[in-house]
């Protein structure tokens, strides 16, 4: 585990190092296809959407162990009574480290450091996986975050269902609905993510040098698109880069979260071919 500044508990430290080095031990290669012939024998309609935001960095040589298991939840769906709905969010603040990881994001460092004082951590670190923005373990704490993905399936949530998207080049148009939200949820805000749904990096400096890293669902926009945007209406969103800068396969991942604590409603997901 990487934390961000030196504000760190030295007794934390070494209890959090120890479930990192335990799970990289059993860490394994990117499975595909985007689920595995046993999560597709299950019955999806039983099993309840929640989102795993895994905050992460190619510059951080703890992070690789995440990565796999974020690829093999994603891949196997081993939670009972849950749909994992993942995301590899690259933070910027490793960059300084020799290596400039390519998928961060400024608005991904942002995000973390919501959740930190949400938290009420001494620092961000990664890896960090959040799980339906109510709980947070380290992300390679394989214990740890099954026992958060099921906390959070028994949980109630909203109906998101994801209407008519279409992709023009890097622009993709959607619709999202939800079912009416009553209590805490109806001032909830609609979030949006586009996500590559693989990504390989030979990594040439830093940490990680002379490794090959493996990645699933990575973040390349997240936008709020306001509180009323699950009503139907049209939305957009669009990929950094010229017309065909990204030629594979989207995933389009929304979500309704509380903007003061972060807590997640509801989510839904849609692959998006090329």
């Not at 380290?138 to 269902?161: C, F, K, M, Q």
């Not at 990504?199 to 940490?207: D, L, N, W, Y």
């Not at 903007?259 to 989510?267: H, I, L, M, N, T």
């Amino acid at each position: 585990m990487r934390m961000m500044g030196n504000q760190i508990n030295p007794v934390r430290r070494a209890i959090l190092m120890a479930g990192v080095v335990a799970i990289a031990a059993s860490a394994v290669t990117l499975v595909h296809p985007h689920h595995s012939a046993l999560a597709a024998a299950n019955d999806a309609s039983s099993r309840k959407p929640v989102l795993v935001e895994l905050f992460t960095s190619e510059g951080c040589s703890s992070c690789p162990p995440a990565d796999a298991l974020l690829a093999r939840l994603d891949a196997q769906q081993f939670v009972p009574g849950a749909e994992a709905i993942v995301l590899s969010e690259h933070v910027t603040y490793w960059n300084h480290e020799g290596w400039e990881d390519p998928f961060s994001l400024e608005a991904v460092t942002t995000r973390q450091q919501q959740y930190g004082v949400h938290f009420g951590l001494e620092s961000v670190y990664t890896p960090q996986a959040v799980v339906d923005g109510e709980a947070q373990v380290v992300g390679s704490d394989e214990a740890g975050l099954r026992r958060a993905i099921a906390r959070a399936a028994d949980a109630p949530a909203l109906d998101v269902a994801i209407d008519q998207a279409e992709r023009n080049g890097n622009e993709i148009r959607f619709k999202v609905r939800e079912a009416p939200a009553q209590g805490e949820a109806h001032n909830a805000s609609l979030v949006a993510a586009l996500a590559v749904d693989s990504a390989q990096t030979s990594v040439a400096r830093g940490e990680n040098a002379g490794r090959t890293l493996r990645h699933v669902a990575v973040v390349r926009v997240m936008k709020d698109m306001g509180k009323d945007a699950a009503n139907g209406q049209e939305l957009t969103l669009k990929l950094p880069g010229g017309e065909g800068a990204q030629t594979g396969a989207l995933r389009l991942v929304v979500f309704l979260a509380d903007r003061r604590s972060g807590r997640v409603f509801g989510a839904a997901e849609r692959t998006i071919a090329q």
